[in-house]
């Protein structure tokens, strides 16, 4: 687990949503509220906390947010995961993808 820690960083994360939700990787880490890029921001949060041994606060500082926002992000994605399948698949493949790279 510790190789897996040091090789996902925030800049793979948000590449790999990107590429799963076809958003530009300028738009998740831009300002705009809607639901689609928080929806994918919230991926790269929840994934974050998985992928990586990083803080809130941490977390928060690479993607220019607060980290009230993150843990609120946080919170919100455990919640699409329960109730939005595709969500669900979409954070699946990504955790399964990152994980197949450290096997490799």
């Not at 090789?7 to 990787?25: C, F, N, S």
């Not at 300028?26 to 990083?54: E, N, P, Y």
Request: charged share 30%; hydrophobic share 45%; with cysteine.
């Amino acid at each position: 687990m510790i190789a897996l820690v040091q090789r996902v960083t925030i800049a793979a994360l948000v590449e790999r949503v990107a590429y799963e939700t076809g958003l530009a990787k300028s738009d998740i880490r831009g300002r705009c509220r809607k639901h689609k890029l928080f929806r994918a921001r919230a991926a790269v949060v929840w994934l974050a906390q998985r992928l990586t041994q990083m803080s809130s606060v941490h977390i928060g500082r690479l993607l220019e947010r607060d980290h009230s926002t993150i843990l609120h992000a946080a919170i919100k994605a455990e919640v699409m995961r329960e109730t939005d399948p595709a969500f669900r698949r979409m954070t699946n493949r990504i955790l399964t993808h990152f994980r197949d790279l450290q096997e490799d």
